[in-house]
């Protein structure tokens, strides 16, 4: 009886935590900040309860707070922990000498991202491209998991049902977007081949190339990513950047198996 009763405590919600999360995460994904009633609305919370999860975040330096406008914005104390869990990303240090390589044999931004919720990818390790062009991407940048090529490759392994697809699919904003039904087949093509490529449809003149990164049990939690200008970047090139890319991603889940990560 008591091993259930600890299998159920260590399922057991602590819904003050999950408010708190989901605040830094909203003031995090916020170009601007943001006042109490807006941020209660939007995560569904009441207003005094926002507040007082609010203050105690600005208390230990995770928000800031504008008292001229009475807004929130996401925190520099958010930094040091941002800074620790990179540095203590064993697929991040792997990762970076080898996007510098992409980077300098294509002419290529090369990105490695990785799931930090379930709609949310962050880049973990960033190289960028030599030439003139420089996609506006930092550490620690936010996408949605299911936008351009990487986001094809997280629908075609995903266990999510279409009308959840749809439902997220309808939020994601595109230079040019695709309908829904033309994704559908973008992602099953991106199964079938192992890799995607968005040639403008996310960003006019850009083409985005992504392979998928699986972890242990299968399940594709990072990806690969090359970014370059589409007039530079040649169909006839794909197929070697490709292949560039898949042998980085397998070169990492080698060197993760043998240390056991």
Known sequence: MAEDDSKTSSKRQVPAVTRAIA????????????????????LGLIPSTCLHI????????????????????????????????????SFSALVQPRLSSLSLEFGV???ATQLSEPSQMVVVALSQSSMPFRLQVDLGSRFPALISATGRL????????????????????????????????????????????????????????AVPVFG???????????????ERLKDGEIPRLVRAMQQIRDELQDSQIAMGA
């Open 23 to 42: 605040i830094l995460r909203f003031l995090g994904r916020s170009p601007e900040p943001v006042g109490v009633n807006p941020i209660a609305r939007e």
């Open 54 to 89: 609010l203050r105690v975040l600005q208390d230990e330096g995770l928000v800031d707070f504008d008292s001229a406008t009475k807004r929130y914005s996401i925190g520099i104390g958010i930094l040091p922990l941002a800074r620790a869990a990179l540095q203590r990303n």
């Open 109 to 111: 931004t090369g990105i």
């Open 154 to 209: 997280f629908a075609a392994y995903s266990d999510s049902p279409d009308a959840r697809l749809r439902e997220k699919f309808s939020r994601l904003v595109w230079d040019h977007p695709p309908s829904f039904e033309d994704w559908q087949a973008q992602v099953a093509e991106a199964k079938a081949q192992g890799f995607a490529v968005d040639q403008g449809v996310y960003i006019s003149g850009v083409t985005v190339v």
């Open 216 to 230: 242990a049990d299968g399940r594709m939690i990072r990806s690969l990513v090359a970014i370059g200008i589409s």
